[in-house]
């Protein structure tokens, strides 16, 4: 589902703001190699999906997906970050969660976006590329617990949370 005003293309926040440049990054990095790894991504969630104890990792496979295919304007966060309350995947079962997805697909798509993102610093103009390979590649380590969101929310989030820990520190 898309912000108001946002546009299919960018993931940007809409009209305005940074759409544009989200819009063209996110066309440069789906031609030169995040279709490649999103598709890596949803074959993940389909083989996840079929081995039906993999559903809950199966849907994080294809949020991530959507996330690798148009990164750019959005932002991984971890959602006790975003909502500042704990919940079922960001304890101790979301550990275990990570521990399982690590050791059956993680260490394989961070992998692939470590190689990719090598490639893509040998040229300057895939060097933001690289540095978001290498985010999607901490990201494919431990997605349990995280969610995708425009890159607005995610500093919103950061810094009510921030806001939060000073007042507790003056009192």
């Given at each position: 589902m898309l912000a108001p005003g946002a546009r299919w293309w960018s993931n940007?926040?809409?009209?305005?703001?940074?759409?544009?440049?989200?819009?063209?990054?996110n066309l440069l990095w789906f031609v030169c190699?995040?279709?490649?790894?999103?598709?890596?991504?949803?074959?993940?969630?389909?083989?996840?999906f079929l081995s039906i104890v993999g559903i809950p990792w199966a849907r994080a496979c294809f949020v991530i997906g959507r996330f690798t295919f148009l990164p750019?304007?959005?932002?991984?966060?971890?959602?006790?970050?975003?909502?500042?309350?704990?919940?079922?995947?960001?304890?101790l079962l979301g550990l275990l969660g990570n521990v399982v997805w690590f050791l059956l697909a993680g260490l394989w798509l961070a992998l692939g976006h470590l190689a990719v993102a090598l490639f893509d610093f040998l040229t300057i103009i895939g060097i933001p590329f690289g540095i978001q390979h290498l985010k999607l590649a901490g990201l494919a380590l431990a997605p349990v617990g995280k969610t995708v969101v425009p890159r607005e929310v995610a500093q919103a989030a950061r810094r009510q949370r921030a806001d939060e820990r000073v007042a507790l520190l003056r009192e």
């Open positions: 940007g926040p809409g009209p305005g703001k940074e759409w544009p440049v989200a819009a063209i990054g190699g995040g279709f490649v790894l999103g598709l890596c991504w949803w074959a993940a969630g389909l083989v996840a750019f304007g959005r932002e991984a966060i971890d959602r006790k970050e975003l909502t500042g309350q704990g919940d079922l995947g960001t304890g």
